[in-house]
């Protein structure tokens, strides 16, 4: 059966962290891109950034550069997104997507089922 099954989602105090996984059955991580995308209430969903499959690139949208990372461990079949130094205005529901290059955010062979993350003091 292919999942990809997310998991670490939470409350977090603003300037906090957290760390979402993406643990990948039925396929590998290995030969897929990986994308992180996030939807808040009444918005479009839109991307965080995106890792190759050979994990040696990474790219990252304005909004999150240099407080969010991703990075993954094929070994393991899971790609994980690093958060840190979050907003309020983080909090959303969040979405692992993997597809043959960057998947855009509505269009991936596979996606993880969401996991929802609030920064709230």
């Known amino acids: 059966q292919v999942q990809f099954t997310e998991s670490g989602g939470g409350l977090v105090q603003p300037g906090g962290s957290l760390r979402l996984s993406c643990a990948a059955s039925?396929?590998?991580?290995?030969?897929?891109?990986t994308g992180w995308f996030r939807q808040a209430p009444g918005k479009e969903r839109g991307g965080i950034g995106c890792?190759?499959?050979?994990?040696?690139?990474?790219d990252y949208s304005d909004s999150v550069e240099g407080r969010f990372t991703i990075s993954k461990d094929n070994a393991k079949n899971t790609v994980y997104l690093r958060m840190s130094s979050l907003k309020p205005e983080d909090t959303a529901v969040y979405y692992c997507?993997?597809?043959?290059?960057?998947?855009?955010?509505?269009?991936?062979?596979?996606w993880g089922q969401g996991t929802q993350v609030t920064g709230s003091s």
């Open positions: 039925g396929f590998s991580v290995a030969v897929y891109a």
């Open positions: 890792i190759s499959s050979s994990g040696g690139e990474t």
């Open positions: 997507a993997a597809a043959g290059v960057c998947p855009s955010p509505y269009e991936a062979d596979y």
